[in-house]
């Protein structure tokens, strides 16, 4: 009997749960879509959306009787989502259904009001989004004037009122609660805000209803709302900022400090930067300096003289006018110091950079120089120095430029520099003079005494203006130079003789210079495109330089001048060229043709002093050239490049070549010029192949050179005995027939493990031939130069970075009038480095190089082996702190080795420098260290 | 323009009248052009493997010179869709230089559901036939206009690229295309933002014009052919090593 009852029941249980799992898998979901006055909705695009994460399963259009059908999807729970341009959007969530076909109710849209719609039509660009009952407009899209407040935003606000009072009201309902970034903001008072906040500051405005004060206390939801506004700050608005601060102390009285600090925000860069030290640091570095520069360490490249070169294309350089960067040569012992700030303001349409900068340095060295100078007939002679200079140099810089885009079509880029700077330098130096057998002829002393002071300005305007027409262009610039020294050079030598009836020759004189040199240039430019792939331009260049220069020479403490070797100068240079290119422009072909008429005139007027009647013997010169221009630049398939080039360039000689005037701050070695110079004129062929894989990464390039160079200047050069003043070589710019010039270099970086293993290569040959008058015999002289390097980085883990290779140059120097004095001479260098990171946040870094310079004529063999090594720390909560100890020349062996030739004369010197130093050094970083190697430094 | 609401609700309704008809009359068949704009600071910024200071320091010396803007189109009829670089330069003043056009052709068939790209990817060219797979696409509720027509947003979130991005499809132009790879969704795409501003394609031209060749693509090409796997294969090749390197992934490949 109970089973009876029990049998259906559970009989039933079963059904129902079989009902249940009965819904099928796939279903059809069908409906209609209908507006407020029961209309069918047609075209409206009906999304059917994943309810877990909104995204999109299906989509169709609704028909023209308003009718939507999903056929064959999976049974689950989605969002229904309706959208129509003149509706509201509609959402609604599908649960599963259990029949195989869902027929869901009519879905009524409602129209978009007449006030909202007239939001979205009116506003051209992105301002308004609905998101439900809220309507958000992106503030960045109105233009208010700058200084402006909220309430001038928001009468720019399509659908937003706002009345004489500033009362705010939107969709005929007033505005009565204002937040900032979703917080109350002084008050209830909306007009606190919007008189008070800068529109600057605002990202976005949102309107949207919230209940009302009353329902939000009691929790019953009266349904009274309140229009409610909420303004969204910027991200960017809020200002950044970064700095560090080191200070370091070591042994042998080592010391250094660097700080730098940088405030931002999205539109101005104000930073400020400071150094000290006396581990040969003379400047910043350049990481430094670009962060010191920010956004203007990168300009455009605004060169205003117009040419052969295409201008307005897109190149950045590094900005160095004048850069406090250390370019410290590796001699002697310095100590330094530098400041500067830097501001830069970008709004997109302006750009405007100030910033100034002091530095000085004091330079201490020693040196030992050798040289051997090559005559006719293989006759030489020697020369011993040694050298004992002070330096001091100081310069106050003021750099800025302005950068105005009036519209797409109107630039102008104005830039002015200011600097002063002094400079003065205290040198003693002992020259002997002996032949190649080392028997001695005399010994000069020099003790020179230099000051100078100096002003400089730098200044250009650029206009540039783009017609209607596609590539059709215009640009003019104007540009002003001026430069002004003074200067004090008392000089004083003795020279002594070996052979002992020679009286000592003793020289003491005070030279009073002063030099200004003013230049004035304008360019101009047009562009006009002759189809999309033809391009003609007309260029036309102008300056006037003018160089006005007054030497004064006494003998020691007298004031009678010294009139052979005084001079007053007045010097013009005139400059003209007009030219015009054809430019061929498609599909990575890109090349040129070019020619110019250019002419230099230069005048030139002397006397004894200024004031004094003008000497007859005036320099009046003028050169007509034509000058041509070809430059092919063609890209291949598979990132192949290559450059072809021929130019023709025109050099007038410098006006101090052109001086018959003495410089007597070296006796032995005395520069006289040749008013007789022309200009040189010099063909240069270019050459350069460059591929990169960007697959491999690995790259390859060629580039070579040639030139020839009609009537090139060279410097002759005449050295005899004089009984009374002991070894004299006197030289003379003279124009030679021709001399030529080939350079080749190679580089390449391929790697062998990717991403671990790399290896670089580069490689280098320069020839150059110039005839050269020596003694009045000309001679050829050819000089080689080669070189060869490469590199091996090993990345063997994240945390351990490995390198090691090596450089080598050899040089060759070839007098064919006296062979026995050809030289050879050669250097290279092993070098080798690790970067470990052998615990977490602790760094152990060493290199070292072995160098080693020969010129076996001399017999000179120098090895420097220069061993340094690190160990930092990085410390603190957030990595903010960083120590360090260093150990720098670790052998103690440093010293500075130069190989130089020029012309006739070949020499080494050795200065000394800084050596083994240790030190600790404790850096601050606001922004926290990095706690890993970086593994490259392309930023 | 407060005083003056019911003129314009009167031209508003004429407008929108003749918007709507016109529209729904119109052949969905024409050209967009979108303006592209890179922002190369901004990409940097999006790689997460490279050291927050290279990033930050990037975006401080380059943030604000460093866009780099061309023109594309898409050419698209009822059911194909052609995208392809523009011949023409965005940057006035830029005229006079010519890179080489690499092989770059993005071709949708709809109806059949097929695609036919051409790409050229680290120096080689790919030809790619395969059915469409579009991104998996999030619907989103903001509205917005985009070259006079009112669009919906939508997000997607690349993990490979580590790309996030929104789009903008227009509701009355349905059809599944967009620019690049952003294609999948009821309407067109008519402005694509990925990672807050690192690249921006936004319809700034739409030309409802019968096409005449615009959706042809070049007879006979030479490439390799693979699928859309393989290629995206290659992509993922390529960012990691990049990876590795800690150099950004975007050198030599189109962001």
């Known amino acids: ?939 | 323009m407060k005083r003056n609401i019911p003129i314009y609700i009167i031209a508003l309704f004429i407008f929108l009248s003749f918007q709507s008809t016109g529209l729904k009359a119109q052949k969905l068949e024409g050209t967009i052009r979108y303006l592209r704009t890179q922002n190369w600071a901004k990409m940097m910024a999006s790689v997460d493997y490279i050291s927050k200071q290279q990033r930050d320091r990037s975006m401080y010396m380059w943030g604000t010179r460093s866009e780099w803007k061309t023109y594309t189109h898409l050419h698209f009829n009822a059911t194909e869709s052609k995208y392809e670089n523009s011949e023409e330069e965005a940057e006035p003043g830029n005229e006079g230089w010519s890179d080489r056009k690499e092989i770059f052709f993005m071709k949708c068939n709809f109806k059949d559901n097929t695609l036919y790209d051409g790409l050229t990817l680290l120096g080689k060219t790919y030809l790619i036939h395969d059915s469409i797979v579009p991104p998996k696409w999030k619907i989103m509720n903001d509205m917005k206009e985009v070259a006079g027509h009112i669009c919906m947003n939508a997000s997607m979130n690349d993990t490979l690229r580590k790309q996030n991005t929104t789009v903008w499809f227009a509701l009355d132009m349905p059809l599944s295309s967009g620019p690049d790879r952003f294609i999948g969704l009821p309407g067109i795409i008519l402005e694509v933002d990925v990672n807050n501003g690192a690249l921006i394609m936004t319809a700034d031209k739409i030309d409802m014009l019968p096409l005449t060749t615009e959706l042809d693509v070049p007879a006979k090409l030479k490439g390799k052919k693979v699928t859309m796997s393989e290629y995206t294969k290659l992509i993922e090749k390529q960012i990691k090593e990049r990876k590795a390197a800690e150099e950004p992934w975007f050198w030599g490949m189109s962001y």
């Open chain 1, 1 to 939: 009997m109970k089973l009876k009852i029990l049998l259906p029941l559970i009989l039933l249980s079963f059904l129902s749960c079989f009902a249940q799992a009965q819904n099928p898998t796939r279903v059809s979901i069908k409906g209609t879509l209908q507006d407020t006055l029961h209309q069918a909705i047609p075209f409206a695009t009906v999304m059917l959306l994943n309810n877990s994460d909104s995204s999109l399963v299906n989509f169709l259009s609704s028909t023209d009787k308003g009718e939507f059908a999903f056929n064959n999807v999976k049974n689950s729970t989605y969002l229904l989502k309706v959208q129509h341009m003149s509706y509201l959007p509609v959402q609604m969530l599908l649960q599963p259904s259990s029949a195989a076909i869902n027929n869901i109710p009519v879905v009524t849209m409602k129209p978009i009001s007449q006030m909202l719609m007239e939001v979205v039509i009116r506003a051209a660009k992105a301002p308004l989004r609905i998101k439900g009952d809220t309507v958000e407009y992106d503030a960045s899209t109105f233009k208010v004037p700058p200084g402006s407040t909220v309430e001038d935003l928001l009468r720019r606000l399509p659908g937003i009122d706002v009345d004489a009072d500033g009362n705010i009201s939107t969709q005929g309902k007033d505005v009565t609660r204002m937040y900032v970034d979703g917080k109350t903001f002084f008050g209830d008072d909306p007009k606190s805000v919007t008189k008070n906040v800068g529109a600057e500051a605002i990202s976005k405005v949102q309107v949207y209803n919230e209940k009302s004060e009353q329902s939000k206390l009691t929790g019953v939801d009266d349904g009274s709302q309140e229009k409610t506004m909420n303004l969204e700050l910027k991200a960017e608005f809020k200002k950044g900022s970064f700095g560090k601060v080191t200070i370091a102390g070591g042994t042998e009285n080592r010391w250094a400090g660097r700080a730098n600090y940088n405030r931002f925000n999205d539109k101005s860069q104000l930073s400020f930067i400071g150094y000290g030290n006396n581990i040969n640091q003379t400047g910043v570095n350049w990481e430094d300096y670009g962060e010191f520069k920010g956004n203007n360490a990168f300009n455009n490249f605004d060169n205003g003289d117009f040419g052969f070169n295409r201008n307005g294309g897109r190149m950045f350089y590094f900005s160095s006018d004048d850069s406090p960067v250390s370019n410290y040569d590796g001699k002697g012992l310095t100590e330094n110091y530098g400041a500067g700030t830097n501001f830069n303001f970008d709004n997109k349409k302006t750009k405007f950079n100030a910033s100034y900068f002091y530095n000085q340095t004091q330079l201490d060295f020693q040196q030992k120089k050798y040289q051997k100078t090559s005559l006719v007939n293989e006759s030489a002679f020697d020369q011993y120095d040694t050298l004992i200079n002070s330096d001091f140099r100081s310069s106050h810089s003021v750099a800025t430029r302005f950068e105005q885009e009036f519209d797409s079509s109107n630039k102008l880029i104005v830039k002015a520099n200011f600097r002063f700077a002094t400079n003065q330098n205290h040198e003693i130096t002992s020259q002997q003079f002996s032949d190649t057998l080392l028997k001695p002829y005399n010994i000069r002393t020099l003790n020179n005494f230099t000051d100078l002071a100096s002003y400089k300005i730098t200044s250009a305007a650029i206009y540039r203006h783009l017609f209607k027409k596609k590539g059709r262009a215009f640009a003019y610039s104007v540009g002003y130079n001026s430069n002004f020294n003074d200067g004090t050079e008392n000089y004083n030598s003795i020279n002594k003789f070996f052979d002992a009836t020679t009286p000592t020759e003793q020289i003491r004189q005070m030279i009073n210079t002063n030099k200004n040199v003013n230049e004035l240039k304008s360019s101009a430019l047009y562009t006009e495109p002759l189809s999309k792939r033809v391009f003609l331009e007309f260029f036309y260049n102008y300056s006037q330089l003018t160089n006005k220069s007054n030497r004064q020479a006494y003998p020691f403490e007298t004031e009678v001048r010294i009139d052979s070797l005084s001079a007053y100068y007045d010097q013009v240079t005139m400059y003209n060229r007009v030219g015009s290119v054809l430019r061929y422009s498609y599909n990575g072909l890109n090349a040129s043709v070019g020619i110019a008429e250019q002419q230099l005139k230069l005048t030139g007027l002397y006397s004894l002093d200024k004031g004094l009647p003008w000497d007859n013997q005036k320099v009046t010169k003028t050169f007509p050239n034509f000058t041509p221009n070809v430059n092919v630049n063609y890209e291949f398939k598979n990132n192949m490049r290559l450059d072809l080039g021929y130019s023709n360039d025109i050099s007038a000689p410098d006006f101090n070549d052109l001086q018959p005037i003495k410089n007597t701050s070296n006796p032995s070695y005395q520069i006289i010029g040749n008013p007789d110079l022309i200009p040189e004129n010099a063909h240069n062929v270019e050459f350069g192949v460059h591929y990169w894989n960007p697959s491999s990464f690995s790259s390859i390039g060629v580039n070579l050179n040639y030139g020839i160079t009609m009537n090139p200047i060279v410097y002759s050069q005449s050295s005899h005995f004089d009984s009374n003043k002991g070894m004299i070589t006197t030289s003379t710019p003279e124009n030679m027939d021709q001399g030529t010039n080939m350079g080749s270099w190679l580089w390449s970086s391929i790697p062998i493990i990717k991403t671990k293993l790399t290896i670089d290569f580069n490689g280098g040959a320069d020839m150059s031939n110039r005839p050269t008058r020596i003694n009045d015999t000309l001679n050829d002289i050819k000089s080689q130069n080669y070189n060869l390097g490469s590199n091996l980085n090993y990345t063997a883990t994240s945390k351990l970075i490995l390198s090691v290779g090596g450089s080598g140059g050899f040089s060759k120097i070839r007098y064919n009038k006296s062979e026995k004095n050809n030289q050879d001479y050669f250097n290279y260098v092993i070098r080798s480095s690790v970067k470990w990171q052998f615990i977490d946040r602790m760094f152990f870094e060493s290199n070292f190089n072995y160098s080693v310079f020969k010129n076996e004529s001399f017999g000179f063999n120098q090895s420097i082996p220069l061993w340094n090594a690190s160990v930092r720390r990085i410390m603190g909560k957030k990595n903010k702190f960083e120590t360090r100890l260093a150990v720098f020349d670790i052998f103690d062996k440093n010293v500075n080795i130069n190989q130089y030739a020029l012309l006739n004369i070949v020499g080494t010197t050795k200065t000394n420098t800084l050596a083994r130093y240790f030190m600790l050094s404790v850096t601050y970083n606001m922004k926290g260290f990095e706690n890993k190697i970086q593994k490259n430094r392309f930023m």
